[in-house]
């Protein structure tokens, strides 16, 4: 967290970009902005990049140069792109679309005070992503599941309460097809005939 008033660097591949965020930032009382050569440690840095093509390069080699927490001004991003920058301390995201001295200001002291700013769409795409990964994890088995993981423990609890296959997707939140999916990599892979014997199979584990 910065105390006082905030030094920001600006990085950027075009110097025509880089001269215009200096400029708009420049415009902002509350910031200092810190040329690369006059020796000042930004507490602060922008960084332009276009999309995705080169970005965690481009990240890895400036913030090898400013150990400084990062304002990204990027197109579009997918979640999985900006789960690979963040490693290289990106703390916020200006859309190029919407960069404008008022939202880049809000970024700057955002991050300057230890927080951090994400356009909504990108958040709400991030958080999927982050519960599809939850699921994934849950196709692991533990131990003493009996080679089940806890989703095929819950479609085989759910047939066991007399669900069909479209009431156990609809209570799931998944496709018919994910459920048959499921169930025949249950079957197949314990070497089980069919669906009743796979319930067996869990009640005789006590695992439901």
Do not use: W
């Not at 950027?12 to 009382?29: C, E, F, K, S, T």
């Not at 769409?121 to 533990?142: F, K, S």
């Not at 998944?174 to 005939?193: C, E, F, P, W």
């Amino acid at each position: 967290m910065t105390v006082g008033r905030p030094r920001v660097g600006v990085r950027a591949a075009d110097p025509l970009i880089r001269a215009g965020l200096v400029a708009l930032l420049r415009g902002a009382p509350q910031l200092t902005v810190t040329d690369a050569g006059d020796g000042g440690r930004p507490d602060v840095l922008v960084v332009a990049a276009g999309g995705e093509a080169g970005l965690a390069l481009l990240l890895s080699r400036v913030t090898r140069e400013v150990a400084a927490p990062v304002v990204l001004i990027a197109d579009e991003l997918s979640p999985e792109a900006l789960l690979s920058v963040v490693r290289f301390r990106v703390r916020a995201v200006v859309p190029r679309r919407s960069v404008n001295a008022g939202a880049l200001v809000r970024c700057v002291t955002a991050v300057a005070a230890g927080g951090g700013v994400m356009p909504p769409e990108l958040i709400g795409c991030l958080l999927q992503h982050v519960d599809r990964l939850h699921r994934d994890l849950r196709d692991v088995a533990p131990a003493g599941t009996g080679g089940l993981t806890e989703r095929e423990i819950e479609i085989l609890r759910l047939i066991a309460d007399g669900l069909d296959t479209d009431e156990i997707a609809a209570r799931l939140s998944y496709s018919a097809r994910t459920v048959k999916n499921i169930m025949y990599g249950v079957t197949h892979r314990l070497n089980l005939r069919n669906r009743p014997h796979a319930v067996a199979y869990a009640v005789r584990a006590g695992l439901i």
